[in-house]
């Protein structure tokens, strides 16, 4: 074995410089902003290389607002007009909680690959992993919501409250999208595949999109669904978005806003990270 | 013996493990793991598939957590002190362990930024390491574009980006031809040679023996030997001897002439001219081909192959109480797992 040793030295030196090899330097470990912007880096060279992902943040909302619009628009509101008013807020955010679920995916394809072994092997912050990726994620919230609300704009939508109503609007689903990206972290550790955790976040966001206020007035609505309507998050979030964009928002739709967030956090970020350290 | 104790951990011993267990359901996927590795050698964990090699590795590397046991890296122990042990060890798994949809640069300054490199130091510490790995044309590929061999180099790059005093690398050359399963054996022997202690696995004893100081064998959730190369080859003979005769009209005498002379059974190929079976012992092989040529029985070929991981395990496992009783004069230190 030792003569092996001294055999390959020698030839080594030739193909690899051994000092690179071997560093015997020790940075500190990084602090938690630190790794967290190496983690947002990731995220954004990903959306450099794949950027395909980028297909649901910049076509979809397009097709969304358009198909509803014109589909429902006579229908309900008696003219297409009148209906982007009511319809554009809540067609939103119901678009942008659809793509809340992208870093839970990339979790749980991190998982299957062993990237996911490798981070957590390493001396940083742990969180830091999922909160750089999310932060990145705010952008894609940004650009579906520019990308809606400049469409919506052309199209004859006038919000009363005008950009400070609309900048505010958009604040409010950031933070919202944000905190409820926790649970599709939470559950991209839990899930097996892709595809599973696909459908877990299609049924939770589906019946929560469509059964809420985004699309009718909860009057018109059987009392008994009008109980669920009125508590569904996404109906929480509409109302202060819609208040908002319109210029008569409260500060009570606002902060319930705040609440239904925080709880998200904190439930789900939590056992996101229990999660993530104990995955086997 | 405490004082003893001590002093070996923060002195020479790597790793240290006592009685790891890890259940899953109704499997006992490790059973009973004992170690004791010294710093700056190589340890290999050679066995078959779910033998418990990963389970054991990703327990030592604190991704997950023994049902029992103790185990502790340089001193430091697995349950308390993880965060330490983290900062010294480094893990490369048996799938490709970066992002395979960045570039080689891009993973290289990720990690190194996530071990505590500024940017621009990270810059640096990338291109030096593609160019000491042969992958600076590769630099700005995707990883997923890259070949088997290439990736290996990649996670091991990545692996090392602070260089670690403790190194995991599972299966580290399992899938890939030659020429780059050579390269990476050249890296592993570098960094041992820089002082970094590394704890491979393995299917294939040739890898084991190449690189590994002392080798465990493991089979279901056991060691089932534990020793140098050597110690283990003694146990196990010499492997397989082939012999490929010129005329068939012979195949008996040689059959009759190789069992006598070896004393295990003789297998004949459908051909009738290609006889094999398991050698003991290299003197005996010259023997026997020395009595073949005696009695004028023409051979075109033969060879004698090292013993395979199935011959390793065929003896290890399934040997009888007098096997054993050799093993134990041959040097292998036989453990008898849990009783």
């Known amino acids: 074995m030792s003569v092996q040793v001294e055999h390959d030295k020698s030839t080594l030196e030739e193909v690899h410089p051994l000092s690179a090899i071997a560093t015997g330097r020790r940075p500190d470990p990084p602090n938690a902003f630190a790794s967290t912007m190496a983690f947002a880096h990731r995220a954004l060279l990903r959306i450099k290389h794949v950027p395909e992902?980028?297909?649901?943040?910049?076509?979809?909302?397009?097709?969304?607002?358009?198909?509803?619009?014109?589909?429902?628009?006579?229908?309900?509101?008696?003219?297409?007009?009148?209906?982007l008013q009511f319809l554009l807020p809540g067609i939103l955010v119901m678009t942008v909680s659809?793509?809340?679920?992208?870093?839970?995916?990339?979790?749980?394809?991190?998982?299957?690959?062993?990237?996911?072994?490798?981070?957590?092997?390493?001396?940083?912050?742990?969180?830091?992993?999922?909160?750089?990726?999310?932060?990145?994620?705010?952008?894609?919230?940004?650009?579906?919501?520019?990308?809606?609300?400049?469409?919506?704009?052309?199209?004859?939508?006038r919000p009363?409250?005008?950009?400070?109503?609309?900048?505010?609007?958009?604040?409010?689903?950031?933070?919202?999208?944000?905190?409820?990206?926790?649970?599709?972290?939470?559950?991209?550790?839990?899930m097996r595949s892709e595809k599973s955790l696909m459908m877990v976040s299609f049924l939770v966001i589906f019946p929560l999109t469509f059964v809420s206020n985004v699309f009718v007035d909860p009057a018109t609505l059987p009392s008994w669904?009008?109980?669920?309507?009125?508590?569904?998050?996404?109906?929480?979030?509409?109302?202060?978005?819609?208040?908002l964009m319109h210029g008569n928002g409260t500060w009570e739709q606002i902060g319930w806003v705040f609440v239904v967030s925080a709880g998200f956090v904190v439930i789900f970020a939590p056992l996101t990270m229990y999660l993530y350290r104990k995955k086997e | 013996m405490d004082n003893e104790k001590l002093n070996r951990q923060s002195n020479g011993v790597a790793v240290e493990a006592t009685g790891l267990v890890k259940v899953y359901g109704k499997e006992r996927a490790v059973d009973g793991v004992d170690l004791v590795i010294p710093k700056g050698t190589v340890y290999g964990f050679l066995g078959p598939n779910g033998a418990g090699k990963t389970t054991t590795i990703r327990m030592l590397a604190t991704l997950i957590q023994p049902d029992s046991g103790t185990a502790s890296i340089f001193g430091h122990d697995l349950k308390t002190e993880s965060a330490t042990i983290k900062s010294r060890i480094s893990l490369?798994?048996?799938?490709?362990?970066?992002?395979e949809d960045l570039t080689g640069t891009e993973n290289l300054i990720l990690i190194s930024r996530l071990m505590g490199y500024t940017t621009k130091q990270a810059k640096q510490r990338a291109s030096?390491?593609?160019?000491?790995?042969?992958?600076?044309?590769?630099?700005?590929?995707?990883?997923?574009?890259?070949?088997?061999?290439?990736?290996?180099r990649i996670d091991i790059a990545a692996s090392i980006v602070v260089t670690p005093d403790l190194l995991f690398l599972d299966e580290p050359t399992t899938g890939l031809d030659p020429r780059s399963r050579n390269q990476v054996w050249d890296i592993i022997r570098a960094l041992v040679h820089n002082g970094t202690t590394v704890l491979l696995t393995t299917q294939n004893l040739e890898e084991a023996d190449q690189l590994a100081d002392r080798i465990a064998v493991i089979n279901r959730g056991k060691i089932i030997a534990e020793g140098t190369s050597s110690e283990l080859k003694a146990s196990v003979g010499s492997g397989t001897l082939n012999?490929?005769?010129?005329?068939?009209?012979?195949?008996?005498?040689?059959?009759?002439?190789?069992?006598?002379?070896?004393?295990t059974s003789v297998h004949i190929a459908t051909d009738g001219l290609s006889l094999s079976m398991q050698a003991q012992d290299s003197s005996l092989v010259a023997e026997a081909l020395g009595e073949l040529a005696r009695e004028k029985i023409a051979i075109s070929d033969f060879s004698l192959g090292r013993p395979s991981l199935d011959e390793v395990f065929l003896t290890l496992t399934g040997q009888s109480a007098d096997e054993q009783a050799n093993v134990e004069e041959g040097g292998t230190h036989e453990r008898a797992g849990r009783t």
């Open chain 1, 53 to 83: 992902q980028m297909f649901d943040v910049t076509v979809f909302p397009i097709i969304f607002l358009l198909m509803f619009t014109y589909l429902f628009g006579g229908a309900i509101a008696g003219s297409t007009g009148e209906y």
């Open chain 2, 243 to 263: 012999v490929q005769l010129l005329d068939a009209s012979d195949t008996k005498r040689a059959t009759a002439i190789l069992e006598r002379k070896l004393g």
């Open chain 1, 98 to 157: 659809q793509i809340t679920m992208y870093t839970g995916i990339d979790l749980n394809n991190d998982i299957r690959k062993g990237i996911f072994d490798r981070f957590r092997t390493l001396p940083i912050w742990l969180p830091s992993a999922l909160i750089g990726a999310l932060l990145v994620d705010v952008i894609r919230y940004s650009l579906a919501s520019a990308i809606m609300i400049g469409l919506g704009l052309a199209l004859g939508f």
């Open chain 1, 225 to 243: 669904l009008q109980g669920f309507v009125n508590i569904n998050p996404i109906s929480i979030l509409a109302t202060a978005v819609r208040g």
């Open chain 2, 128 to 152: 030096e390491l593609l160019l000491a790995f042969g992958l600076q044309d590769a630099a700005k590929r995707q990883v997923k574009k890259y070949s088997g061999g290439m990736r290996r």
């Open chain 1, 160 to 190: 009363e409250g005008g950009a400070i109503g609309v900048f505010g609007a958009v604040l409010v689903i950031l933070l919202f999208s944000f905190s409820f990206s926790w649970i599709w972290t939470a559950a991209g550790i839990v």
């Open chain 2, 92 to 99: 490369t798994g048996q799938y490709a362990s970066i992002d």
